[in-house]
T-cell receptor, first 112, second 115 residues
Framework: GQSLEQPSEVTAVEGAIVQINCTYQ??????LSWYQQHDGGAPTFLSY????GLEETGRFSSFLSRSDSYGYLLLQELQMKDSASYFC?????????????FGKGTTLSVSS | EPEVTQTPSHQVTQMGQEVILRCVPI?????FYWYRQILGQKVEFLVS????????KSEIFDDQFSVERPDGSNFTLKIRSTKLEDSAMYFC?????????????FGPGTRLTVL
């Protein structure tokens, strides 16, 4: 089976940088995805790491270390609208039709 | 921009009743999924569907659940006899279009309330 651990809550102020860590245990190699969810709305894809290293998309970056079964999401120049829940999720890399297995989510609260 | 749509946005039903939740995946996608999220908890996988059959399902997806693609656009989740614990947000998702498999696109969800 698969399990993922991430912090339940993180708080920060506008303009700051925040890192949300995710460690996972899987029965095989899986890519790591990050999704954002506002107030129970649809999860929205942020990034995917299939290989080790850093992926950058604007203010958001994501990192994966397969040897450590660890990844993180880095949010820079935080804005109030970034207040949301952030989920890491695993699935077989580049393999369509496989389920996303989500972590319990990290609630990010950004204050002014 | 193409998007996954779901109807209804909110469904209220009595325990023991059957409900059908409807989804229209993105048109060129090949793989379809149902997930659920109980209030305040994580998103949980229910079932995936490809080529008109179930490709994977979780322990949650028991005999009370079924999925169907009745035509070329709709994808449905049926719960035969709802229980109180089925109250949750149900999300449909799709992917696999144009060889892009890394991102699953989620619909806005149906909030199911079982009384």
């Amino acid at each position: 089976g698969q399990s993922l651990e991430q912090p339940s809550e993180v708080t920060a102020v506008e303009g700051a940088i925040v890192q949300i860590n995710c460690t996972y245990q899987t029965s095989g190699f899986y890519g790591l995805s990050w999704y954002q969810q506002h107030d129970g709305g649809a999860p929205t894809f942020l990034s995917y790491n299939g290989l080790d290293g850093l992926e950058e998309t604007g203010r958001f970056s994501s990192f994966l270390s397969r040897s450590d079964s660890y990844g993180y999401l880095l949010l820079q120049e935080l804005q109030m609208k970034d207040s949301a829940s952030y989920f890491c999720a695993v699935r077989a890399p580049n393999q369509a039709g496989t389920a996303l297995i989500f972590g319990k989510g990290t609630t990010l609260s950004v204050s002014s | 921009e193409p998007e996954v749509t779901q109807t209804p946005s909110h469904q209220v039903t009595q325990m023991g009743q059957e409900v059908i939740l409807r989804c229209v995946p993105i048109s060129n996608h090949l793989y379809f999924y149902w997930y659920r999220q109980i209030l305040g908890q994580k998103v949980e996988f229910l079932v995936s569907f490809y080529n008109n059959e179930i490709s994977e399902k979780s322990e949650i997806f028991d005999d009370q659940f079924s999925v169907e693609r009745p035509d070329g656009s709709n994808f449905t989740l049926k719960i035969r006899s709802t229980k109180l614990e089925d109250s949750a947000m149900y999300f449909c998702a799709s992917d696999g279009g144009s060889g892009a498999y890394n991102e699953q696109f989620f619909g806005p969800g149906t909030r199911l309330t079982v009384l």
